[in-house]
């Protein structure tokens, strides 16, 4: 058997030399301090501390040493290693924290420079808001009828019973086409479409007339915060048998919590309007204060309701201009503003708005609906 190999033959190995220790050592810490980003320092790392690095070959090398050196060569070079180690270490930790600085730098995104995409549109609110209207009525089994904004003077006026001579013809300030012995006017309200549509089909027990009409109307009014020459109505007309006041009640106060939301009902005063009798104006429940403490309420200033059109049971008169049996049929019809109830439902201030065509309004209030 054989013993330990006492009789020792040392072998100079070069690698472990003090100075060569120290040569490799700092030859680390200087291209571990020169690398100026971590690509490099990853590469710097596997030259001086990788398999092949001097001070791992030196490292190995402590094994050929004679036992009694091995110790203090040892400790050397763990040193040296150790040294090294620490300061990629600590260069690694500087790289990073500059790497996410010069990220963050280098990635920020200024949100508010313009953007080159092309801007979406949106649908006019008014065109929105036409719609939403028929669709309440349209859920309902209404129909939706259009008439002419260029209108016979006799469909704006005469079969809606406003004679030449009635009062209330002046009521509507009308603009005329020329020549004058046309008789066309700019329809002053959405009325005649009531009108054409009994003229056109009639109404029969299996046929009653239900019908929705939005449209465009014109009067010669000022161009301010609350009127304007151009503006938008909706003409509602039901035609059956036995017809009252309680369907048109029921009707509306359907439509007004259909536009205003839940408990947003309706009430009548008592009115005058030449195609209907009895005839009544129409309010709405304030949809601001709902008619609690309305003493403050800056919106129906005080009254708790607000005005919001007119309706009534349609004049036989007008029935029996429209080819239509009164003594079998009765109807109501009922006429408001859709500027107006859009003004209400969306805040608007000034009428205006609505007119003047400025994309960022469209944007805002035309999308939703
Ligand atoms: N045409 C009326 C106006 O422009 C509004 C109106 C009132 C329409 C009563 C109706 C109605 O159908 O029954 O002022």
Same mark, same amino acid.
């Given at each position: 058997?054989?013993?330990?190999?006492?009789?020792?033959?040392?072998?100079?190995?070069?690698?472990?030399?003090?100075?060569?220790?120290?040569?490799?050592? &700092?030859?680390?810490?200087?291209?571990?301090?020169?690398?100026?980003?971590?690509?490099?320092?990853?590469?710097?790392?596997?030259?001086?501390?990788?398999?092949?690095?001097?001070?791992?070959?030196?490292?190995?090398?402590?094994?050929?040493?004679?036992?009694?050196?091995?110790?203090?060569?040892?400790?050397?070079?763990? #040193?040296?290693?150790?040294?090294?180690? #620490?300061?990629?270490?600590?260069?690694?930790?500087?790289?990073?924290?500059?790497?996410?600085?010069?990220?963050?730098?280098?990635?920020?995104?200024?949100?508010?420079?313009?953007?080159?995409?092309?801007?979406? /549109?949106?649908?006019?609110?008014?065109?929105?808001?036409?719609?939403?209207?028929?669709?309440?009525?349209?859920?309902?089994?209404?129909?939706?009828?259009?008439?002419?904004?260029?209108?016979?003077?006799?469909?704006?006026?005469?079969?809606?019973?406003?004679?030449?001579?009635?009062?209330?013809?002046?009521?509507?300030?009308?603009?005329?086409?020329?020549?004058?012995?046309?008789?066309?006017?700019?329809?002053?309200?959405?009325?005649?479409?009531?009108?054409?549509?009994?003229?056109?089909?009639?109404?029969?027990?299996?046929?009653?007339?239900?019908?929705?009409?939005? /449209?465009?109307?014109?009067?010669?009014?000022?161009?301010?915060?609350?009127?304007?020459?151009?503006?938008? #109505?909706?003409?509602?007309?039901?035609? &059956?048998?036995?017809?009252?006041?309680?369907?048109?009640?029921?009707?509306?106060?359907?439509?007004?919590?259909?536009?205003?939301?839940?408990?947003?009902?309706?009430?009548?005063?008592?009115?005058?309007?030449?195609?209907?009798?009895?005839?009544?104006?129409?309010?709405?429940?304030?949809?601001?204060?709902?008619?609690?403490?309305?003493?403050?309420?800056?919106?129906?200033?005080?009254?708790?309701?607000?005005?919001?059109?007119?309706?009534?049971?349609?004049?036989?008169?007008?029935?029996?201009?429209?080819?239509?049996?009164?003594?079998?049929?009765?109807?109501?019809?009922?006429?408001? /503003?859709?500027?107006?109830?859009?003004?209400?439902?969306?805040?608007?201030?000034?009428?205006?708005?609505?007119?003047?065509?400025?994309?960022?309004?469209?944007?805002?209030? /035309?999308?939703?609906?």
């Amino acid at each position: 058997m054989s013993g330990p190999n006492t009789d020792y033959d040392p072998v100079e190995v070069a690698a472990v030399s003090p100075a060569e220790v120290e040569a490799a050592r &700092d030859a680390a810490l200087a291209a571990i301090a020169a690398a100026t980003d971590l690509e490099r320092l990853k590469v710097v790392r596997s030259e001086h501390t990788g398999d092949r690095s001097p001070l791992a070959l030196a490292n190995r090398e402590i094994g050929a040493l004679p036992p009694q050196a091995r110790k203090e060569a040892g400790q050397r070079i763990g #040193q040296a290693r150790g040294a090294v180690n #620490q300061a990629f270490g600590a260069r690694q930790a500087e790289l990073e924290v500059e790497h996410e600085a010069r990220i963050l730098v280098e990635e920020a995104v200024d949100v508010t420079l313009p953007t080159d995409r092309d801007p979406v /549109g949106s649908r006019h609110p008014l065109t929105t808001g036409a719609e939403l209207i028929a669709d309440i009525f349209v859920a309902m089994g209404w129909e939706v009828a259009e008439g002419p904004v260029i209108e016979a003077e006799w469909l704006n006026f005469d079969a809606l019973n406003l004679g030449p001579d009635h009062p209330a013809r002046t009521m509507q300030d009308t603009f005329w086409t020329d020549p004058g012995e046309d008789h066309l006017v700019l329809r002053t309200h959405t009325s005649p479409v009531q009108a054409r549509t009994m003229l056109s089909r009639g109404v029969t027990d299996d046929a009653p007339i239900y019908v929705v009409c939005p /449209g465009r109307v014109f009067r010669t009014d000022e161009y301010d915060a609350t009127h304007s020459p151009m503006f938008h #109505q909706v003409e509602g007309l039901a035609i &059956d048998k036995d017809i009252s006041m309680a369907h048109l009640k029921g009707t509306l106060d359907h439509f007004a919590s259909q536009m205003f939301g839940e408990g947003i009902t309706t009430r009548f005063r008592p009115s005058y309007f030449p195609f209907t009798e009895p005839s009544a104006e129409v309010d709405l429940v304030c949809f601001v204060c709902r008619g609690v403490n309305p003493e403050a309420c800056r919106t129906c200033r005080g009254e708790g309701w607000i005005e919001w059109g007119g309706c009534g049971i349609v004049n036989p008169r007008v029935l029996q201009a429209c080819g239509i049996d009164s003594s079998r049929y009765s109807g109501f019809a009922f006429g408001m /503003g859709i500027d107006r109830t859009l003004m209400f439902r969306h805040g608007l201030e000034d009428l205006r708005t609505l007119f003047e065509g400025d994309v960022r309004f469209t944007t805002a209030f /035309g999308s939703e609906l």
